[in-house]
């Protein structure tokens, strides 16, 4: 089903989304922040493709950043051994984009960013996903492990 997808970065011939839409974008990669600068750049070019204005490209790069950076900061917790998957689809006029680990799985309540009064670096990873993106939320991974986060951006 992804085999249509191109980028630079490995490509993963599999698809693990019952969503409908044509595959952008499909990576498989070590959850090491070296991965951060690849992973920006395959999905920047890939949605461009698809006609995403530069501030829609920009919303949606900065939220799969974010959300890869907490898979390897939190999820992992920075062990590089893990591995993150992203996949891109295009159903529309939407981009549906899914970030998968196979790390224990959280307790999507549990999520959240911390108080924008407490000043201090760092905890904002979902507060800026939840301003970038249209919607996210975690889903429950097809396999029962691990999580996933499906998030949504209007093509504007």
């Known amino acids: ?13 599999v698809s693990m989304r019952d969503e409908d839409g044509d595959c952008v974008l499909a990576l498989q990669l070590a959850s090491r922040v070296d991965q951060l600068r690849k992973i920006r750049e395959a999905v920047k070019e890939a949605i461009e493709s698809c006609g995403c204005s530069p501030e829609c ?11 890869c950076q907490n898979v390897i900061r939190h999820a992992y917790r920075e062990d590089p051994g893990g591995a993150i998957e992203l996949e891109i689809k295009r159903c529309g006029e939407d981009l549906v984009v899914y970030v998968q680990d196979s790390a ?40 029962g492990r691990g999580n996933l986060l499906r998030m949504v951006k209007r093509i504007r």
């Open 104 to 143: 224990p799985a959280v307790d999507p309540k549990e999520v959240k960013p911390r108080d924008l009064d407490e000043i201090r670096p760092g905890g904002l990873g979902t507060h800026l996903i939840r301003e970038m993106m249209d919607s996210a939320e975690f889903i429950r991974p097809r396999s």
């Open 1 to 13: 089903m992804t085999s249509h997808c191109s980028s630079s970065v490995a490509i993963v011939t």
């Open 57 to 67: 490209a920009a919303d949606v790069v900065m939220a799969v950043d974010e959300a």
